[in-house]
Nanobody, 128 residues
Framework: QVQLVESGGGLVQAGGSLRLSCAAS????????MGWFRQAPGKEREFVAA???????????DYADSVKGRFTISRDNAKNTVYLQMNSLRPEDTAVYYC??????????????????WGQGTQVTVSS
C-alpha cells in the first residue's frame, strides 16, 4: 500500500511563496503520474499541476491556467517526493492542497477519477 503525506502549508501574505512537499511512504516508480489538486471552501476540488510520462520515456508537465507562471511542480524519484513551489500567491489560491498519484496513466492528468492514491491535504491560506 502507498500513503501520500503533504507538508509545507501555512499562512502567507499575498505576493509571498510556499513550497509544498508530498512524500510517499510506500514504493513508487518514476513512471507514476504525480499531481496536485486543491479545494477551496464551497468549491469543487480542482486540478493544479501534474508531472507524468503518459506511457513514454519523457516527463510531461501540465498546469492549470490559473497557476501558470507562478507555480512549479517537480519530483525527486530517488526520494519518492514531489514538490509544488508556489510564488506570487494570491488570496484566491487559499485552499486545501492535495497530492495524488496514478500507478498507470489513466489517459488524463486533470481528472480526480484518474488517481489511485490521495494524501490528507495541507492548508494554504493567503491573506490580503
Amino acid at each position: 500500500q502507498v500513503q501520500l503525506v503533504e507538508s509545507g502549508g501555512g499562512l502567507v501574505q499575498a505576493g509571498g511563496s510556499l513550497r509544498l512537499s508530498c512524500a510517499a511512504s510506500g514504493r513508487t516508480f518514476g513512471s507514476w503520474t504525480m499531481g496536485w489538486f486543491r479545494q477551496a471552501p464551497g468549491k469543487e476540488r480542482e486540478f493544479v499541476a501534474a508531472t507524468s510520462r503518459r506511457g513514454t520515456f519523457i516527463y510531461y508537465i501540465d498546469y492549470a491556467d490559473s497557476v501558470k507562471g507562478r507555480f512549479t511542480i517537480s519530483r525527486d524519484n530517488a526520494k519518492n517526493t514531489v514538490y509544488l513551489q508556489m510564488n506570487s500567491l494570491r488570496p484566491e489560491d487559499t485552499a486545501v492542497y492535495y497530492c495524488a498519484a496514478q500507478e498507470v496513466y489513466s489517459g488524463s492528468v486533470d481528472s480526480k477519477s484518474g488517481y489511485d492514491y490521495w494524501g490528507q491535504g495541507t492548508q494554504v491560506t493567503v491573506s490580503s
